[in-house]
């Protein structure tokens, strides 16, 4: 059994854009060029699990357009794998400015 629901999924991908612009603001134009490669990596990968494109928000409506049954516990961890690296790396962005201060 994995340890997230394609509801969480969902919630955590439509999550992203957001605070991705957050982040980058906090960054304040610290480098974080190499961050936000990682996350469009992150972003591609997480994509063609589910059949869509490395946008957030279309990663999330295919995670809810599919039914919850027809997920296989390998793929719902892939994914949670891969929104736990884009939260982290978003969090990192976020820090970024005050690393460079």
Not at 4 to 23: G, K, Q
Not at 52 to 76: C, E, K, M, R, S
């Amino acid at each position: 059994m994995s340890k997230t629901s394609p509801d969480d999924l969902v919630v955590a991908f439509r999550s992203f854009s957001r605070r991705e612009n957050e982040a980058l603001e906090a960054a304040d134009g610290a480098a974080v060029g190499g961050y936000v490669g990682e996350v469009q990596q992150h972003l591609a990968q997480a994509g063609a699990l589910v059949g869509a494109g490395p946008d957030p928000a279309a990663i999330a409506a295919a995670i809810a357009a599919t039914p919850a049954d027809a997920f296989d516990v390998p793929t719902l961890d892939a994914l949670r794998e891969h929104a736990l690296q884009i939260g982290s790396l978003l969090r990192r962005i976020g820090e970024a400015h005050h690393v460079d201060d």
